[in-house]
């Protein structure tokens, strides 16, 4: 890991991983796991956003927007997407309908494989958001289901050289390879 990025990821940070099942028209993904980073960046620091888009940048997952996520469930096929809680709090369900509920805070990350249904239950305020995708990856919104030959493209996709996270030697790199 540089040492740039030792300065800007917490030493708090803890990664969990987990599988998840495709879910009717959510293909989710069949050999990648969503990894959540608790703590990824120093909640109480000033500037979540931009810490956040330091961060991505410096691992090699250039950040695209700041925002929050739909309130719909959707994925996407042809990229992964890094999600940084600049600030506030939510609750997710990752996975499709009835999927995984999951409570995110300012700090954390969250690295989603292409395919993973993703969807805003309910957000505190200020909830914001920096995303992120590896080079060369650009995102589709998918609401329904997606064709064989999509989904052969979808789990075609190029592994990220980097955990958007924790740089080279990061959870990615161990779990996705």
Known sequence: ????????????????????????WVPNNSRLPVLVWRGAIDARAAEGLARFEALFEQ????????DGVFDYHHFHST???????????????L???HGRVIAVSAGDALVLPAGTGHCLLAAGRRFQVVGAYPPGQQWDIR????????RV???????????????????????WH
Not at 17 to 23: E, K, V
Not at 59 to 66: A, F, L, M, T, V
């Open 1 to 24: 890991m540089a040492e740039h990025t030792l300065s800007v990821l917490s030493q708090h940070a803890r990664c969990e991983h987990f599988m998840l099942p495709p879910n009717g």
């Open 59 to 66: 691992n090699g997952w250039p950040p695209q927007w700041r």
């Open 79 to 93: 990229a992964h997407e890094a999600l940084g809680i600049a600030s506030g709090d939510a609750e997710l369900i």
């Open 95 to 97: 996975g499709g309908p």
């Open 143 to 150: 609401r329904e289901a997606i064709s064989e030959a999509e």
């Open 153 to 175: 493209a979808m789990e075609a996709l190029p592994f990220p050289r980097c955990d958007p996270v924790a740089g080279e030697d990061g959870p990615l790199s161990r779990h």
